[in-house]
């Protein structure tokens, strides 16, 4: 397995938030974390990169335990993280904040740079010289991910990479995380938008309250609207 979480229990302060999360993610496959607003994605993701205090259970990444380990050095261990709110520096030009992510490269992952990079994503092609405050939410959504690439990572954990976009930026969302997964990048995705989902990942897990209440392929899930209705707000 590429990624292992095993009974993850996260809290902030006195709330108990996660409960006994497991999940796992094979080599080069595409998996949705899926749940309602509240219901514990970000709060996962941060988990497995060391940003939540309070957190017990164990991370397996490529074969080792990084339970314990900081960010800065999962991250360097090439599991990337694309957060909710874009943190693009705004007076930072395209490649400037590409330089940013910048780490070595990585045996065991594709190996990214500029070109390949603006391939990937047109649109941040045509602007290299602007200032990450003058672009859109869609272009910073796509220069955030743009710049994790930049570190070589093997992994990524995408938070609601679809949120906010129009529907012709979804599209192009859509193309860049399949161009990705076929160069070999294991991403787990979080989204609320089923839909989205459906379009690039083999496997989800659906997370209510904190727990795990669902796991299966995309087309397991299509055949128990029951769950989808009790858990998905569509
Ligand atoms: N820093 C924090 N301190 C205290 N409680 C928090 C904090 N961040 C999140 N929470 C709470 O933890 C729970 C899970 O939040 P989380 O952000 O993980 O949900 P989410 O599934 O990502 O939701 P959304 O779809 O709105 O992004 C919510 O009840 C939220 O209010
Ligand atoms: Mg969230």
């Known amino acids: 397995m590429k990624l292992t ?7 902030y302060g006195p709330a ?27 709060t996962t993701f941060r988990s497995i990169v060391g ?3 309070q957190r017990t259970g164990r991370i397996v990444f490529e074969g080792k335990n ?11 261990e090439g599991l990337g993280y694309v957060p909710e709110e874009r943190r693009i520096f705004t007076d930072l030009t395209v490649e400037e904040n590409l330089e940013v992510g910048r780490q070595p490269k990585r045996p065991n992952a594709p190996h990214w740079d500029r070109e390949k990079l603006f391939a990937l994503f047109p649109n941040l092609g045509e602007m290299k010289n602007r200032p990450g405050g003058r672009m ?7 220069l955030t991910i743009a710049r ?23 599209e192009q969302m859509v193309d860049a995380i399949l161009t990705m997964k076929k160069e070999g990048v294991s991403i787990v995705v979080s989204e609320q938008n089923l839909h989205f989902a459906r ?15 669902f796991g299966g392929t995309m087309a397991e899930l299509d055949a128990r609207p029951d769950i989808r209705d ?4 569509l």
């Open 5 to 11: 979480v095993q009974d993850l229990n996260s809290h």
């Open 16 to 42: 108990h938030i996660l409960f006994d999360i497991g999940f796992e993610v094979g080599e080069g496959e595409v998996v949705a974390l899926l749940g309602r607003n509240g219901a514990g994605k970000s």
């Open 51 to 53: 940003l939540v205090a």
């Open 66 to 76: 990084v339970s314990a380990k900081p960010t800065h050095e999962i991250v360097r």
């Open 136 to 142: 859109s939410g869609g272009e910073q959504q796509m």
């Open 148 to 170: 994790t690439l930049m570190g070589n990572p093997s992994l990524v954990l995408l938070d609601e990479p679809s949120e906010g976009l129009s529907p012709k930026i979804v």
């Open 199 to 213: 379009l690039i990942s083999d496997r989800a897990y659906i997370i209510e309250r904190g727990r795990i209440c």
């Open 230 to 233: 009790a858990h998905l707000s």
